[in-house]
């Protein structure tokens, strides 16, 4: 049952995509992602990456010169930073 909890509250982070408030909130007692280890959480947003830049290679060559799609890239490099400095402290 408890796995089950998990995968919820991964599945919610991922598709509402509340990285600032798991950031923020990450450690304490109420935290809306407690069972979220940052860990499996790294993992999993450096495997959606890869499979977006595959998705994108295939798709379009010229994708990466279109402005939301680096301000998506950018964010994506942040939160994937501040994942890595959360594990590391």
Not at 12 to 37: E, H, I, M, P
Not at 49 to 71: C, I, L
């Amino acid at each position: 049952m408890r796995l089950v909890f998990v995968l919820l509250q991964l599945l919610d982070l991922f598709l509402q995509w509340d990285w600032s408030t798991y950031l923020a909130d990450y450690g304490k007692a109420t935290c809306k992602y407690l069972r979220v280890n940052p860990h499996t959480a790294l993992a999993l947003h450096l495997m959606h990456v890869g499979w977006m830049r595959e998705s994108n290679r295939k798709n379009n060559v010229f994708a990466q010169f279109r402005k939301t799609d680096r301000d998506r890239q950018k964010l994506i490099d942040t939160v994937i930073k501040q994942l890595r400095n959360l594990i590391a402290t």
